[in-house]
């Protein structure tokens, strides 16, 4: 489990960024914790939350990385045809989600 933290760049660019890890090797202080992230015993969704809000910044590593700024589509904004409400157009459609139901 890692996201990938990196600032906006034009699409294309070389950027830094850091990669932020749940690191399998600190869990293991954790055990509730690591038993969940191992899927090694059936943990409750609330018991690895409480577990992980404990161990705080005690389970992460961390890695600068060189990232390519990826491109991010433009989104087309449309009013609705019945509801007058404005949607992100996907594929040419003329009303909403809620209005094409």
């Given at each position: 489990m890692?996201a ?30 690591h ?67």
């Open positions: 890692a990938r933290i990196n600032p906006w760049a034009p699409a294309g660019d070389n950027i830094k960024g850091v990669r932020i890890i749940l690191d399998p090797k600190k869990t293991v202080n954790y055990p509730l914790l038993a969940w992230y191992m899927n090694t015993a059936k943990v409750s969704h609330k018991d690895a939350v409480s577990e992980l809000l404990k161990a705080g910044n005690d389970v992460y590593s961390y890695e600068f990385i060189g990232v390519v700024a990826p491109s991010k589509p433009k989104k087309k904004v449309e009013l609705c045809e019945v509801c007058k409400e404005p949607f992100i157009q996907q594929n040419g459609e003329k009303k909403c989600l809620a209005c094409s139901k």
